[in-house]
């Protein structure tokens, strides 16, 4: 094998196909604006306007995989990553992308620190069987 094969084969993998860097895929970008929101567990859904998201040339495979992906289920930003084989950086990169065009919605779980005591609602229903 030539030292040019040999340089080339190194970006290919026979398996895989062409190896791209994950910094390649959010353009160097390590963290969105809206990082804060996606955590493991946030939940996005594409929005129901979105046709064809390969229609859109500033979108890249990975944007649309994840429309498509996100389409007839609401999936979990570690459920996105898992399908398709992203790291979680990358996901978070695209789906704050994705957010940011309207593309998709992202919800967050309520924190634990946020939902309402039991003892409070108990509490709350014995006072409405009192009355």
Known sequence: MSGDDQGSSRWFDDEAGPVVRPYAMTRGRTSHAAQHRLDLIAVVVTEPHVDDPEADPSLSPEHVDIVEFCRDTPESVAEIAAELDLPVGVVRVLVGDLADEGLVH???????????????????ISGLRAL
Not at 106 to 124: G, H, N, Q, Y
Request: net charge negative.
């Open 106 to 124: 992202v919800t967050r779980p309520v924190p634990p620190a946020e939902l309402v005591d039991e003892s409070i609602l108990r509490d709350v």
